[in-house]
């Protein structure tokens, strides 16, 4: 449909936005001032996803319920209606009937005098890069405003890409290295202990204000994803790897503590731990390859490399010749702004 003139100059702005690029912080505040500023909305959660298991991390948000955060999160993944790993487009909460909207809606927000939510998903063939929940107490989203949403939805999506890209610096000689850091939560995502440096990595991820605690917030999504799986609304495993700073990335799982033979406790009722270590070099490299957007065969030859082949090595793996290989190093090369194999490998394995 013709956006509305308000929808559509914001829509350039936007896009305007998305040239621009930036970190993947400062892209969504800027992005959500201009949603803000168009559509009225009082609330809002824009999460950072794993590309491959899209469980969410990072979030800039601004939610009424801080202090039940963990409960919010928890019925977040447990609700199926417009989940973001489903979604298509952008869509209303408001378009479903009410016994339809999950237990998010009944159990927290229709209760708080939400109206309506508008929801959209950043992915495309290279995986999930993000995922946005926008709330509004007063009237219901319009079919204009879900339409300006899916017009500017590629546009976002390439952005938060582009971000996840740059967050691949080579790791400075002799940084620090975490980890395993241990969260433990109760079945209802409250914390129930830690390891004295996982405070330390949780305000990296997401700085808190001065005097507060860090909020935990990507390890209560990782442990929501846990208790998805379990409910069968969800089938991904309970795993997210996110960028935390000069090249860093970090694994969050979760997991249920095992009681023991004949202890009596149902699986439900057992806490969750969530460890938080560095991402291994092959699942940087996955996620390296999916920011910058290569080529199956252009995958191919990085994993290649990063296990110490050659041109010969590599051509005869890929059945290809060495000619091509270099033709697909190259693409590589450009697509990643290196010039040179061992900066290329720095970058991709954080080594």
Known sequence: MALPASHARSRERVLRICATGGDAHALRVRLLREFRGLLGVEAF???????????????????????????????????????????????????????????????????????????????????????????????????????????????????????????????????????????????????????????VYLAGLIPPEEGRAPIPAAAYNVAAQLLAGEAGIDPHPPRARVHLAEGLWLTLRAARIDDGPGSGVPRSEREIAVTIEETTPADRLDVFCRAHGLTGRETELLGLLAEGADTGAAADAMSLSAHTVQDHLKSVFAKTGTHHRRGLLARALGS
């Open 45 to 199: 959660a824009f999460l950072l996803t794993d590309p491959v298991t899209s469980v969410g991390c990072a979030p800039v948000a601004r939610v009424p319920f801080l202090p039940e955060l963990p409960r919010l999160i928890r019925l977040k993944y447990l609700t199926s209606a417009d989940r973001w790993t489903s979604l298509t487009g952008a869509a209303a909460l408001s378009a479903l009937p009410e016994d339809d909207r999950g237990p998010l809606w009944t159990e927290m927000l229709r209760p708080a005098g939400v109206r309506d939510v508008a929801s959209t998903v950043f992915r495309d063939r290279f995986g999930c890069w993000g995922f946005l929940d926008l709330w509004r107490y007063g009237v219901e989203f319009g079919a204009a405003d879900l339409a300006y949403l899916d017009s500017v939805a590629g546009a976002v999506t390439e952005a938060l890409r582009r971000a996840q890209a740059a967050a691949f610096p080579a790791r400075p000689p002799g940084a620090g290295r975490p980890g395993p850091l241990v969260l433990l939560l109760s079945p209802d995502l409250r914390v129930r202990g830690q390891t004295p440096q996982a405070p």
